[in-house]
């Protein structure tokens, strides 16, 4: 039996190296509009959901012209083109989903990140169909650091929160998969040198290489 019910998949910076490019659409959008943004302005916002981190620049800096929507359909659009011709898997993310299927457990996708930007995913990695769930972020009332999108991915799949664990990249995820009462395993860019503050997690890997062998280690930790 599996130690756990279900795994559940951030999919940026968990399955595919997309937040660089995320970074990159950012700061020439954004600066197209006139307002100039840094790498670590981009940073501030990772696992934030996509109408949130749009929205809390137009505050800062309203723009003249296209609506905060449009801008987020074109900063979606652009970013989902890059990740249909350019993006690369994860060292051992692909392997690990299907690694947890074939352990018996329920696996589903669990992002911020809107449904045109997941399609994009699905098909770079070649990972269509192979998730019992996939649930947005932006279906949800509120997004990430609040539960709500994990919370949906467990009562779809029809598993407990507590039997599931959770594989995110960022501190704001990492805080909505506790707030759901599951088990959470960071992975956090810049590994080793990461923030003290992903210390809420359960287990703090460098990528999903050692699913198999550490999953037993966390269950029995």
């Not at 609506?67 to 898997?89: K, M, N």
């Not at 703090?204 to 290489?209: A, C, M």
Request: with cysteine; aromatic share 8%; proline share 8%.
């Amino acid at each position: 039996m599996p130690p756990f019910d279900a795994a559940i998949f951030d999919m940026d910076g968990v399955l595919v190296d997309s937040e660089p490019i995320w970074w990159q659409i950012e700061i020439e959008l954004f600066g197209e509009l006139g307002i100039p943004l840094t790498i670590e302005d981009t940073k501030k916002t990772m696992g934030m959901r996509l109408d949130r981190v749009v929205r809390l620049y137009y505050d800062r800096r309203p723009w003249p012209g296209p609506s905060v929507d449009e801008v987020g359909e074109t900063l979606t659009g652009r970013v989902a083109e890059r990740v249909r011709r350019e993006a690369a898997e994860i060292p051992g993310a692909a392997a690990a989903v299907r690694l947890a299927k074939a352990r018996g457990m329920k696996v589903a996708l669990a992002t911020s990140s809107p449904h045109l930007l997941i399609e994009a995913v699905l098909d770079r990695l070649d990972l269509r169909g192979a998730f019992d769930v996939v649930a947005s972020g932006m279906d949800e009332r509120y997004g990430k650091p609040h539960p709500a999108v994990f919370l949906t991915a467990a009562e779809r799949m029809g598993v407990q929160p507590e039997r599931c664990v959770v594989f995110e990249d960022s501190l704001t995820g990492a805080i909505a998969a506790k707030a759901a009462s599951m088990t959470c395993v960071a992975i956090p860019h810049g590994y080793p040198d990461y923030s003290p503050k992903f210390a809420i997690a359960d287990a703090i890997w460098p990528s999903l290489e050692p699913f198999e062998h550490s999953l037993g280690e966390l269950a029995h930790g």
